[in-house]
């Protein structure tokens, strides 16, 4: 796991050493599809004291904060409510809202290359505690898996997240494996990837595709998906029933103490909560043009290794 010294970097661009800056910023993005995690052991980026003890007091005075909050930037819609009183549900939506528009600002430089390509996804605030969630298997976050959304295909788009862990005291264990082309080579085809292959740019795709507008707008979700979306949802699952992945596979294990944060892309990154609570989360998709390194990306490690273009 890579530490980043934001020092150096704000310095740089302080004294207006805009090359070495850029630099940097091309370094940390090459790290990051190299498979690594860049983590801070300050945020670096404003989030309030105040708006994290309000986040924190949510929790511990017993109010509805009893699950993840989630928020849409583009909509600037935050789902449920999750409060009891109006005023405080006003209150985390501006603070959710705050909270994003810091993340977005301080990447949009710290990642330079992406700034210009990347889509702005959801927010969350994870306010329960991950060890002993009682869950169904392909919900578990202690299972090791990189992540895929079922309900919003990235065509082999990335799914990069930052997180911060706002826990005043308790770090946030996490576990993590080899990296994910050695994923590909030992589990890929038995996974089913030849199949998924096989149905790539086939006139039944074809058929899906074209019909997705209008089954959307009745309900019906996910025809649009790729394959290579179908194949990464299906691996993620795979990969959770996998009794050899999950206690055969040598781990290692990853600490991000109280007031850290941390980016990685989860897609490529295999990762198991272990324990931790009270955790901010920012979603970005960025999308395979806005790669340093794209043959590294999951899905031309993917492609690669059947020998087919996943994404028509
Ligand atoms: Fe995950």
């Known amino acids: 796991m890579a530490k980043v010294d934001v020092t150096e970097y704000r310095a740089k661009q302080q004294w207006g050493d805009a090359a070495r800056a850029d630099e940097l910023s091309r370094k940390y993005c090459q790290y990051l599809e190299d498979g690594e995690i860049l983590a801070f052991e300050a945020t670096p980026f404003e989030f309030s004291k105040d708006d994290r003890e309000f986040l924190l007091s949510q929790k511990q005075s017993g109010l509805k904060v009893h699950k993840n909050v989630s928020y849409r930037p583009s909509q600037d819609l935050l789902r449920g409510d999750a409060c009891e009183t109006p005023e405080d549900n006003q209150r985390l939506h501006d603070i959710m809202r705050r909270y994003s528009k810091e993340v977005t600002r301080f990447l949009s430089v710290f990642l330079a290359p992406y700034a210009k390509h990347w889509a702005l996804d959801f927010a969350s605030y994870r306010p329960l505690e991950e060890k002993g969630r009682d869950l169904p298997a392909h919900k578990r976050n202690d299972l090791m898996h990189v992540d895929a959304f079922p309900s919003r295909p990235t065509h082999g788009g990335r799914i990069l997240r930052v997180f911060t862990n706002i826990n005043p005291t308790r770090p946030r264990i996490w576990e993590t494996t080899d990296k994910f082309p050695l994923l590909v080579k030992t589990f890929a085809d038995d996974a089913g990837l030849p199949r998924f292959a096989r149905e ?45 992945y999950q206690t055969k596979w040598a781990k290692t294990r990853l600490e991000f103490p109280a007031g850290s944060t941390w980016m990685v892309y989860t897609d490529q990154v295999p990762h198991a909560a272990i324990s931790g609570q009270f955790m901010t989360e920012q979603t970005f998709i960025i999308p395979v043009k806005a790669m340093v390194t794209p043959e590294r990306c999951p899905l031309r490690v993917l492609e690669k290794h059947c020998g087919k273009a996943l994404v028509g």
């Open 200 to 244: 790539s740019g086939s006139a039944g795709e074809k058929i899906k595709k074209a019909f997705a507008p209008v089954m959307r707008a009745v309900g019906v979700k996910g025809l649009d998906r790729s394959a290579y979306d179908r194949f990464m949802l299906h691996f993620h699952d795979y990969l959770k029933d996998s009794n050899d």
